[in-house]
């Protein structure tokens, strides 16, 4: 009878994690699609994920080629991650309430297995404890990020796997069976082909299995090498799937550190990075998808905030290593939390934005453990009695743990309204750190997206204007910083591009491209905007010697060219706008405009068959114009060969028919 109430409260409890994931994160389904979601899904038109669109066939794609694949960049293996949104769009196309929901359910998934392994783990004491820090972990504000970003499915899927890696490893030793280990060795892969971070459980699996059971060393020891072996195996693998190295470009003002030489340096930032994690998982506000440079500041020794974070580091440190022998549950927490958190402390890696609420996912179940523990002792909550009913639990206890619950609630509430979409988002986010670098150059652009589809009027006015601001703000940071990290083109490209497109300063715009060249002599983007600084100085015949000297290199650079073949035509010298617009499109026959552009070049140097060849070529194209045919019926009019314009004009018919049923 006793093993039926067990069960029975357990299904309860299973239900309710289930249940409150929905209500904390319900408000999160309706969103849209937000920051880097375009790394997974089909958000971005003008760079559209084929390996996605594909759907189910797309899968074999997906796991020969790496998670990001450009032209500047090709990184990381989390193929896991891309399959799930394969058969999303398979079945759903591209749905953001769809992959929202996935997300949702996955983090309820996961807390639920964290409930059935952490009450097993801790069997020998009061329900209480696990079921608090399991719930302590569900409603923690600082997941919102893994939750609401999709592109963050990553870090939810690596640690469901982990953790279900950890719980099989756990029934091996219970109950045997090799069956249970297999299951182990799977989701450990299965993990790894999520996100490579969750090799941080080739530390947490054999803590986990000396804290809690009472294996000899010699299991101890072959438990603790599987995973390593599983990894070692891995990484050959991707040696022979990826002949070509990895390429990953920064910014400094993504991380200073990447153009900062001096190791010693990276001590004192990864006591500070530390302490800001502890503050964030503490007092989880305010919070930001990103922080970055004059968020985070490049402390030294002398910073105070530093040798705060230290003293307690360290302190905790010790205080878990001397724990370790007797295996205390507050050693283990500490040493969960310490080990998550290590590897994005910014001491043997920089980190992308200084800091990243996602990156301390696994070392906030550490933190949930402690915390846990410590409000069970404030309140001399007997714990280690199974038998006691709830009614003995202190009033205080009750209470204390229901408003940190509640509050951590209404954050995760608020919060998810925050990420409705990529320009809500950014707003927010500014508006709490307004000295990021990056939040104020990617709001500006945001906001320029959102410029290009709002009419003309008061509202795209004050869109202009906020846009505008953002951009003088993101320029003065960029300036800042160039001139102590002189080495970073990427930022000096992207300043010259601010002057040149938005404040049309190609003066002092062209200096940062040159710059830009001479750093990286191979960056076809900077020899692109030297060249365009000319036209926007008015300077049409260097703009075309450039050019010319920089596609005689072989570049392959659609923009390039088409400039190159439009200078010519305003100069109406129209055979070297047919030589330009015949090369372009050998590159590029898929682009419809080039076989119009061509064939006006050839009307307008008279010759008038050839130039409809072209047209009649791009008519063909699919998806079909309208507005194309008639121009194309139009000109066969004027040459008087009737019989085509009629061909002509009923094609351009059917068009406007299937567009009005659309």
Request: positive net charge.
């Amino acid at each position: 009878m006793k093993s039926k109430s067990v069960s029975k409260l357990n299904k309860i409890i299973y239900a309710s994690i289930v249940v409150v994931s929905f209500l904390i994160y319900g408000n999160s389904i309706k969103n849209g699609y937000s920051i880097d979601d375009d790394f997974v899904t089909t958000t971005n038109p003008e760079a559209p994920n084929h390996k996605i669109e594909k759907g189910i066939k797309g899968i074999p794609e997906i796991f020969s080629t790496r998670y990001v694949e450009s032209e500047k960049q090709s990184f990381e293996y989390r193929p896991l991650v891309l399959v799930t949104y394969a058969l999303e769009y398979q079945f759903f196309g591209s749905n953001p309430s769809v992959s929202h929901f996935i997300n949702v359910l996955i983090y309820a998934l996961t807390c639920v297995l964290l409930f059935m392994m952490l009450s097993s783990l801790l069997r020998k004491y009061h329900i209480v404890f696990p079921l608090l820090i399991t719930f302590l972990f569900l409603v923690h504000p600082i997941h919102n990020e893994v939750v609401n970003n999709l592109k963050s499915r990553d870090e939810l899927l690596s640690f469901l796997f982990g953790i279900s890696s950890l719980y099989f490893f756990l029934r091996r030793i219970e109950f045997g069976k090799w069956q249970n280990l297999l299951l182990a060795i799977l989701y450990f892969a299965l993990a790894l082909l999520s996100k490579k971070t969750s090799i941080i459980f080739i530390a947490i699996i054999p803590l986990t299995i000396y804290f809690f059971t009472s294996v000899k060393l010699k299991k101890l020891l072959f438990y603790g090498l599987v995973a390593p072996i599983v990894f070692l195996c891995y990484r050959i693998t991707l040696k022979f799937v990826f002949q070509d190295p990895v390429i990953r470009e920064f910014a400094f003002f993504e991380n200073p550190l990447f153009y900062e030489p001096d190791f010693l340096k990276r001590i004192p930032m990864a006591f500070y990075t530390a302490g800001y994690y502890m503050k964030l998982l503490l007092l989880p506000h305010p919070l930001s998808s990103y922080y970055g440079f004059k968020t985070i500041p490049l402390v030294n020794w002398s910073s105070v905030l530093m040798w705060c974070s230290l003293i307690f580091h360290v302190t905790i440190g010790i205080y878990a290593l001397l724990g370790l022998k007797k295996k205390r549950i507050i050693s283990y927490g500490i040493l969960i939390y310490l080990i998550g958190v290590f590897p994005f402390i910014n001491l043997v890696t920089p980190v992308v934005g200084i800091i990243g609420e996602r990156f301390i996912y696994l070392a906030s179940l550490g933190f949930c453990v402690g915390f846990a523990y410590l409000l069970l002792l404030v309140f001399k909550v007997d714990y280690t009695n199974k038998t006691v009913k709830w009614s003995y639990f202190k009033p205080a206890f009750k209470v204390t743990t229901v408003i940190i619950l509640c509050i951590y609630t209404v954050k995760i509430v608020s919060r998810n309204s925050d990420w409705k979409d990529e320009l809500t988002l950014f707003r927010k986010d500014v508006s709490n750190f307004e000295n990021s670098c990056n939040l104020n150059y990617i709001t500006a652009n945001a906001l320029s997206n959102k410029i290009a589809h709002t009419p003309v009027g008061v509202e795209r006015n004050e869109l202009i204007a906020e846009a505008i601001f953002h951009y003088k703000k993101s320029a003065e940071l960029m300036a800042e910083g160039i001139k102590k990290y002189p080495q970073d083109y990427i930022t000096s490209n992207n300043l010259g591009t601010i002057y040149v497109d938005i404040f049309k300063d190609a003066t002092n715009a062209q200096p940062l491209f040159k710059k830009v060249i001479e750093i990286n002599p191979g960056n076809v983007e900077g020899q692109y905007n030297y060249g365009f600084c000319y036209e926007n100085r008015n300077l049409p015949d260097s703009a075309i010697i450039w050019y010319e000297k920089m596609l005689s290199d072989q570049i392959k650079y659609f923009p390039a060219y088409a400039r190159l073949h439009n200078l010519y035509s305003k100069k109406q010298d129209y055979s070297k706008a047919i030589i330009s617009g015949k090369k372009i499109l050998s590159l590029y026959p898929e682009k419809i405009e080039l076989y119009i552009n061509l064939g006006n070049s050839y009307m307008l140097s008279g010759d008038t068959l050839s130039g409809l060849e072209y047209f009649e070529k791009a008519a063909a194209k699919p998806p079909l114009d309208y507005v194309l045919l008639q121009n194309v019926a139009n000109v066969f009019k004027i040459i008087g060969d009737s019989s085509k314009a009629v061909l002509y004009e009923e094609k351009s018919k059917i068009v406007m028919r299937q567009n009005k049923s659309n």
